[in-house]
């Protein structure tokens, strides 16, 4: 791929691609950063040989400079997450073997530490912004672009993979199957380390040449004004978004929510995804805004595999069918496909979109994949042509507010606690964020332990969003023969 071909970011001119605060930057001006950032991160070698180049940054044009500047010199593209604890960023560092590190301002100064003691540079975004472009290399679509780090079943998070042919095939297939155009002006408030953010918002909305407003985070207040406005026509969310924006309904007067849902209703657009969307909510956002909510399903190895037709029925409950160019299917237990309607089975997916490994882990890579199918461990049914997810093999993944966790990797971090003796942690159905984090806790003998003081002695230690919500104090866990926790019996308990 040349760089007049390089097509992530298409070049649109003088037309506006991002908004960022109170600036707008064109095509244009956004290409030539990247260019000189790209050119920056060569200090005078033709190629970064996919070199591990790390970045801090929320949404801003310096996170589009970062992210396209590494994937333009032929690095390995590694958006963190700036919620996360730094405790939490040591695994990814390591085990990605960073040797670069982007981050402004405050978040350089909390990463300082960190990176001096696994001896990564620490740099801004104007240290290395070249004034003058040097020659920029031609990167092979089979390259690998982008590791973004997914919690699974296991402890530690692991390092998904992608090439630039991956994230090609992941953006096109939305911009065809979502009807993306360059009028098209989209809000991004979601966090820019995951697919939803990168790939459905970010990267469709700059191939496409349309627009992107970014925000830092989910700024109800501002983000409607916008809405009342007509700023945008488009609007992609998890269903937490679309539950927060209900409950905001009901704290402001009804004029207002009116002025909002009413921009909402002008749009040609809105989606849900990353988790499941009920049916109630889906019900509810149709009744306040007219709006048929789009649902559809992705994965951080896939991005996105299955989606509701933009132009024919948007079935509440469904993700609907596989997307141009993602092959779909059921698996049963002796891992073979399910041919009929109504059967459930486990999702296994094929195409270009199919992220390539986890980093430096064969052994899970090779886990993942059956027959060349990568299995998704969810579980879903086919009835009348479109899919519907019924759930995950496993209980050790909650999914709050979008967000995939691992039951394991919070256990860990509360075994640390000097009072807990075993602990398990379960997702429970919580309509604010589809499952809430609660932990069921065994004492050491003797020892108190008070839920305020659990989560203010869990700061620090852990992203916020994964400290649990509640906890239950309980005499001894429910274990198997093996000596397995039961955690079916921990939800029935409730
Ligand atoms: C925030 N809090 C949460 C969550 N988010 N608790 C549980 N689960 C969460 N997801 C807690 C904070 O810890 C804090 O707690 C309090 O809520 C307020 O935090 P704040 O950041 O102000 O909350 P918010 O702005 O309202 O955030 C809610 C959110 C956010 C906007 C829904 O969670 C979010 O951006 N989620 C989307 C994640 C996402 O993009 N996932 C896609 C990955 P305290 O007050 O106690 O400190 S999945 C994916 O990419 C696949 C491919 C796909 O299919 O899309
Ligand atoms: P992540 O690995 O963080 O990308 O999260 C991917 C997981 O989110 C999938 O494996 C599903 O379990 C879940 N997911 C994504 N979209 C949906 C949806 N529309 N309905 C139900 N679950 C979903």
């Given at each position: 791929?040349?760089?007049d071909?390089?097509?992530?970011?298409?070049?649109?001119?003088?037309?506006?691609?991002?908004?960022?605060?109170?600036?707008?930057?064109?095509?244009?001006?956004?290409?030539?950063?990247?260019?000189?950032?790209?050119?920056?991160?060569?200090?005078?070698?033709?190629d970064?040989?996919?070199?591990?180049?790390?970045?801090?940054?929320?949404?801003?044009?310096?996170?589009?400079?970062?992210?396209?500047?590494?994937?333009?010199?032929?690095?390995?593209?590694i958006?963190?997450?700036?919620?996360?604890?730094?405790?939490?960023?040591?695994?990814?560092?390591?085990?990605?073997?960073?040797?670069?590190?982007?981050?402004?301002?405050?978040y350089?100064?909390?990463?300082?530490?960190?990176?001096?003691?696994?001896?990564?540079?620490l740099?801004?975004?104007?240290?290395?912004?070249?004034?003058?472009?040097?020659?920029?290399?031609?990167?092979?679509?089979?390259?690998?672009?982008?590791m973004?780090?997914?919690?699974?079943?296991?402890?530690?998070?692991?390092?998904?993979?992608?090439?630039?042919?991956?994230?090609?095939?992941?953006?096109?297939?939305?911009i065809?199957?979502?009807?993306?155009?360059q009028?098209?002006?989209?809000?991004?408030?979601?966090?820019?380390?995951?697919?939803?953010?990168?790939?459905?918002?970010?990267?469709?909305?700059?191939?496409?040449?349309?627009?992107?407003?970014?925000?830092?985070?989910?700024?109800?207040?501002?983000?409607?004004?916008?809405?009342?406005?007509?700023?945008?026509n488009?609007?992609?969310?998890?269903?937490?978004?679309?539950?927060?924006?209900?409950q905001?309904?009901?704290?402001?007067?009804q004029?207002?929510?009116?002025k909002i849902?009413?921009?909402?209703?002008?749009?040609?657009l809105?989606?849900s995804?990353?988790?499941?969307?009920?049916?109630?909510?889906?019900?509810?956002?149709?009744?306040?805004?007219?709006?048929?909510?789009?649902?559809?399903?992705?994965?951080t190895?896939?991005?996105?595999?299955?989606?509701?037709?933009?132009?024919?029925?948007?079935?509440?409950?469904?993700?609907?069918?596989?997307?141009?160019?993602?092959?779909i299917?059921?698996?049963?237990?002796?891992?073979?496909?399910?041919?009929?309607?109504?059967?459930?089975?486990?999702?296994?997916?094929?195409?270009?979109?199919?992220f390539?490994?986890?980093?430096?882990?064969?052994?899970?890579?090779t886990?993942?994949?059956?027959?060349?199918?990568?299995?998704?461990?969810d579980?879903?049914?086919?009835?009348?042509?479109?899919?519907?997810?019924?759930g995950?093999?496993?209980?050790?993944?909650?999914?709050?507010g979008?967000?995939?966790?691992?039951?394991?990797?919070?256990?860990?971090?509360?075994?640390?606690?000097?009072?807990?003796?075993?602990?398990?942690?379960?997702?429970?159905?919580?309509?604010?964020?589809?499952?809430?984090?609660?932990?069921?806790?065994?004492?050491?003998?003797g020892?108190?332990?008070?839920?305020?003081?659990?989560?203010?002695?869990?700061?620090?230690?852990?992203?916020?969003?994964?400290?649990?919500?509640?906890?239950?104090?309980i005499?001894?866990?429910?274990?198997?023969?093996?000596?397995?926790?039961?955690?079916?019996?921990?939800k029935?308990?409730?």
């Open positions: 791929m040349s760089r071909s390089f097509p992530f970011l298409t070049n649109n001119n003088s037309k506006t691609a991002l908004v960022d605060g109170d600036r707008d930057y064109s095509f244009e001006e956004v290409n030539g950063l990247i260019d000189r950032f790209a050119s920056g991160l060569l200090r005078g070698s033709s970064l040989n996919e070199e591990r180049i790390a970045f801090f940054i929320p949404a801003s044009v310096d996170y589009v400079t970062a992210m396209h500047g590494v994937w333009r010199a032929g690095g390995i593209a958006p963190l997450n700036v919620a996360s604890a730094v405790a939490e960023l040591d695994h990814c560092l390591t085990s990605a073997s960073v040797t670069r590190m982007i981050a402004n301002g405050n350089q100064d909390s990463l300082k530490d960190l990176c001096q003691r696994l001896n990564i540079e740099m801004s975004v104007e240290d290395v912004l070249q004034d003058k472009v040097s020659p920029l290399p031609v990167i092979a679509e089979e390259r690998r672009a982008m973004l780090f997914t919690s699974g079943t296991t402890n530690k998070p692991k390092g998904v993979v992608s090439t630039h042919k991956t994230i090609q095939a992941q953006v096109t297939t939305l065809d199957a979502w009807c993306w155009t009028d098209d002006v989209i809000p991004l408030f979601l966090p820019v380390h995951h697919i939803h953010g990168i790939i459905n918002i970010l990267s469709c909305s700059l191939w496409s040449g349309a627009t992107v407003h970014l925000f830092s985070k989910f700024d109800i207040p501002k983000i409607s004004a916008e809405i009342i406005a007509d700023t945008y488009v609007f992609m969310a998890v269903p937490t978004i679309y539950v927060k924006l209900i905001y309904f009901d704290s402001i007067d004029d207002q929510v009116q849902c009413g921009g909402f209703a002008r749009m040609r809105n989606i995804g990353s988790a499941a969307c009920p049916v109630k909510l889906f019900n509810q956002w149709q009744s306040l805004t007219g709006q048929v909510l789009l649902e559809r399903y992705g994965m190895e896939i991005g996105m595999g299955i989606s509701n037709p933009y132009s024919d029925e948007r079935r509440a409950g469904f993700v609907g069918q596989a997307l141009p160019g993602v092959k299917a059921l698996f049963d237990e002796q891992n073979e496909i399910i041919n009929e309607e109504d059967v459930a089975g486990e999702i296994r997916v094929q195409g270009d979109n199919v390539l490994e986890y980093w430096n882990n064969e052994k899970a890579t886990e993942s994949f059956k027959n060349g199918w990568f299995c998704t461990g579980v879903a049914v086919l009835e009348r042509g479109y899919y519907r997810i019924m995950r093999s496993s209980v050790d993944i909650i999914k709050s979008g967000y995939k966790l691992s039951a394991l990797e919070i256990e860990g971090v509360l075994l640390m606690h000097d009072a807990i003796a075993e602990v398990a942690v379960i997702g429970v159905e919580d309509e604010t964020w589809g499952e809430a984090v609660t932990a069921f806790i065994g004492l050491n003998p020892a108190t332990l008070e839920f305020d003081e659990l989560r203010t002695w869990c700061d620090g230690k852990m992203s916020s969003y994964k400290i649990p919500k509640s906890i239950k104090l005499d001894a866990l429910p274990r198997n023969a093996m000596g397995k926790v039961t955690k079916p019996t921990l029935a308990m409730l």
